[in-house]
């Protein structure tokens, strides 16, 4: 079936970068793009960013360009993304979702990265 | 584009119909207008896309409207199950309406 298994959870100094992992499998990859959402503790769902499954034209939001990069493996079907520089006000369940046009399809399981 | 949804939050019995609303601070095309549920340690669920169009496995209590700058999630008949936040999403998501039992 269609899925996409992120890599397990992340405790990490300030500071420092994480890098998180979505495997994708059930469809053609390239087909899609992937985008990146986070939930801080007690707040809302926040867009990250998006890259299509061809690994070209990333886009990001405002408020994290430059400390957030987004890469997939067309080989494994994954997709990356990777915070640096980060604070404890990063600290938040990150999710993966299969995109097209906009519209969120499948979800991730999530990723709790931790900054402590 | 902004979007905001209202009310934050929503205290209502199972049962009851809810009314969900969500502006955007310019019009939005309806193709792009979509609307999830998130339950606590789950992740968000895809409910409606292109504004008014069920996904698959969504119930047919869950309907969606709206054109410009307003759109509106409705469930008709609340089940126990529905009590969530829902989000709308353009590209960036809404702030939330948290639905809960009254």
């Known amino acids: 079936q269609v899925q996409l298994v992120q890599s397990g959870a992340e405790v990490k100094k300030p500071g420092a970068s994480v890098k998180v992992s979505c495997k994708a499998s059930g469809y053609t990859f390239t087909n899609y793009g992937i985008s990146w959402v986070r939930q801080a503790p007690g707040q809302g769902l926040e867009w990250m960013g998006w890259?299509?499954?061809?690994?070209?034209?990333?886009g990001y939001s405002q408020k994290l360009q430059g400390r957030v990069t987004l890469t997939t493996d067309t080989s494994t079907s994954t997709a990356y993304m990777e915070l640096r520089s980060l604070r404890s006000d990063d600290t938040a369940v990150y999710y993966c979702?299969?995109?097209?046009?906009?519209?969120?399809?499948?979800w991730g399981q999530g990723t709790r990265v931790t900054v402590s | 584009i902004e979007l905001t949804q209202s009310p934050a939050t929503l205290s209502l019995s199972p049962g009851e119909r809810a009314t969900l609303s969500c502006r955007a601070s310019?019009?939005?095309?309806?193709?792009?207008l979509s609307w999830y549920q998130h339950k606590p340690g789950q992740a968000p669920r895809l409910l409606i896309y292109a504004t008014s169009t069920r996904a698959t496995g969504t119930p047919a209590r869950f309907s969606g409207s709206g054109s410009g700058t307003d759109f509106t999630l409705t469930i008709s008949s609340l089940q126990p199950e529905d009590f969530a936040v829902y989000y709308c999403?353009?590209?960036?998501f809404g702030g939330g309406t948290k639905v809960e039992i009254k």
């Open positions: 310019q019009s939005v095309s309806t193709n792009n």
């Open positions: 999403q353009h590209d960036f």
């Open positions: 979702a299969r995109d097209w046009n906009y519209v969120r399809d499948i």
């Open positions: 890259i299509s499954g061809n690994n070209d034209k990333p």
